[in-house]
């Protein structure tokens, strides 16, 4: 009964390759997150989604696609994947969106990607 | 920078004593949150606090809030090896499309 849940949990793969990661939250929640931690464990909001609709879209290299079929699903594809793409990717989710006080954040744990 | 800056980014204890750490930021903001990150897992929400408040408990956490200073503290007491864990501060803003950034954290190890 996990409440944010990703997979693959760990994915290493070549430089070039296409991989994606999947995340599922059953909190009922409107809005979806992608976040980046990197080695020194900062970490950056990539894209947000309500209800399907992309509400936040940082500066992030276009390989980098989000996909929401529905409100409790937000994926993440990544084409071309280089060097720089290794880090910890948490896929996350709150009860509402960002600019109307969506405030706790629930987190999965994570997917270890290593671009080799 | 709209993030917070953890401060100390590394912080040992004997089990038992009280850790604290702070945190500083620049910006408005509308509420300030801690997490905890336990080594290979994902964040968890420990407690927020609004701009108008300056205090908040819960259980062995107590966090304060000094908006004019820019900073927020977080007090652990009564330390236990299972609290060992990063834990970041983040920052709501009160512009823009506020969403929540996060510092870097405070590496937090306490010694059995």
């Known amino acids: 009964d996990t409440a944010v849940s990703q997979t693959p949990k760990y994915l290493v793969t070549q430089m070039g390759n296409d991989k994606s990661i999947k995340c599922e939250q059953n909190l009922g929640h409107d809005t979806m997150y992608w976040y980046k931690q990197d080695s020194k464990k900062f970490l950056k909001i990539m894209f947000s989604y309500n209800n399907k609709e992309l509400i936040i879209n940082e500066t992030v290299p276009n390989r980098f696609s989000p996909k929401s079929p529905d409100k409790a699903h937000l994926n993440l594809h990544i084409n071309s994947l280089e060097l720089g793409d290794s880090a910890v990717y948490f896929c996350?989710?709150?009860?509402?969106?960002?600019?109307?006080?969506?405030?706790?954040?629930?987190f999965g744990e994570g997917s270890w990607l290593t671009v080799v | 920078s709209q993030q917070g800056e953890e401060d100390p980014q590394a912080l040992s204890i004997q089990e038992g004593e009280n850790a604290t750490m702070n945190c500083s930021y620049k910006?408005?903001?509308?509420?300030l949150q801690w997490y905890r990150q336990n080594s290979g897992r994902g964040l968890v929400h420990l407690i927020l606090?609004?701009?108008?408040?300056r205090e908040k408990h819960s259980g062995r956490l107590r966090v304060t809030l000094d908006t004019s200073k820019k900073s927020s503290s977080l007090l652990i007491t009564a330390s236990r090896a299972a609290d060992t864990a990063s834990y970041f501060c983040?920052?709501?803003?009160?512009?823009?499309?506020?969403?929540?950034?996060f510092g870097t954290g405070t590496r937090l190890t306490i010694i059995p």
């Open positions: 983040a920052l709501r803003p009160n512009f823009g499309n506020e969403k929540l950034t």
């Open positions: 606090i609004r701009s108008n408040e």
């Open positions: 996350a989710s709150s009860q509402d969106r960002p600019d109307r006080g969506g405030d706790t954040i629930y």
């Open positions: 910006t408005s903001i509308n509420n």
